[in-house]
Nanobody, 124 residues
Framework: HVQLVESGGGSVQAGGSLRLSCAAS????????MGWFRQAPGKEREGVAA?????????YYADSVKGRFTISPDNEKNTVYLQMNSLKPEDTAMYYC?????????????????WGQGTQVTVS
């Protein structure tokens, strides 16, 4: 069965950087969409970034992270990364990796079929 495993979360000071990784198994990584979502306590889940791994050119970013975060796939490693720079306290959340073979975007997270367990990012 499909598994998504996130790693790379942690605690960092404002202005710092982190790189999240999401390794996919039993999933045709090179054709589909990989996304990152986050959820802070008491808030709704929101889309952060998504990329169609088939061409790596169809990319979506939330306005709040544009220019600071970069999503990138490594099709050989079946892994998608989220490079997060210039982190702010409001970026603090649990970050989840998601995958779907058909839908690609940030507006309808429920359309992503596969989800990881999440990795915590704390910015102070």
């Amino acid at each position: 069965h499909v598994q998504l495993v996130e790693s790379g979360g942690g605690s960092v000071q404002a202005g710092g950087s982190l790189r999240l990784s999401c390794a996919a198994s039993a999933y045709t990584f090179s054709s589909g969409c990989m996304g990152w979502f986050r959820q802070a306590p008491g808030k709704e889940r929101e889309g952060v970034a998504a990329i169609y791994t088939g061409d790596a050119r169809t990319v979506y970013y939330a306005d709040s992270v544009k220019g600071r975060f970069t999503i990138s796939p490594d099709n050989e490693k079946n892994t998608v990364y989220l490079q997060m720079n210039s982190l702010k306290p409001e970026d603090t959340a649990m970050y989840y990796c998601a995958a779907d073979r058909r839908y690609c975007g940030l507006e309808y997270s429920s359309l992503f079929r596969y989800w990881g367990q999440g990795t915590q990012v704390t910015v102070s």
